[in-house]
């Protein structure tokens, strides 16, 4: 006989889960964000970039000058993975790599990575301008609101 109880509490673990704000931001910003990239232009002269290549370089542009190490740790991507990453970036002229005291490596963007995330933004400005531009206040608030949260667990990663 199916033990009706463990039923009820799955069942309300559930209906809970659905009611708690912040499980629905996280769905939220994992959907909204699959759509922007969706309708990202896939402009000639934009640079196309991997899931992992495009969170090596979000920590790069973040934290320049951050070693392989503390991009692995930041992002929990496996070291490994990161150095694949940063391989290609360097070879599609995004990041260079520059020895530091000892036999440590500083990850720093390059012009062109900034030119690219330029355009980029601008295409996600004008993507997101019909469906927001109107209410520029909250979209400020929500960019303070996103940009701490990402620092936080940027930071949350770094020291676990």
Do not use: Y
């Not at 799955?10 to 939220?28: G, H, K, R, T």
């Amino acid at each position: 006989m199916p033990d009706q109880d463990a039923d009820a509490r799955a069942s309300a673990a559930s209906v809970d889960s659905l009611d708690d704000p912040l499980a629905e931001l996280a769905d939220l910003m994992l959907n909204v964000g699959r759509l922007v990239r969706a309708r990202t232009p896939s402009e000639a002269d934009v640079v196309p970039l991997t899931e992992t290549e495009r969170t090596v370089m979000r920590v790069v542009d973040l934290f320049p000058g951050s070693s392989p190490s503390e991009i692995a740790a930041r992002t929990h991507v496996q070291r490994t993975n990161v150095s694949a990453a940063l391989r290609t970036l360097e070879d599609k002229g995004m990041v260079t790599r520059s020895s530091t005291s000892g036999r440590g490596v500083a990850v720093s963007p390059t012009q062109r990575a900034a030119d690219n995330l330029r355009k980029l933004r601008a295409a996600w400005s004008r993507e997101l301008a019909g469906a927001l531009g109107d209410d520029l206040p909250s979209v400020r608030t929500c960019v303070e609101l996103l940009g701490r949260l990402e620092r936080r667990l940027f930071d949350a990663r770094a020291q676990t």
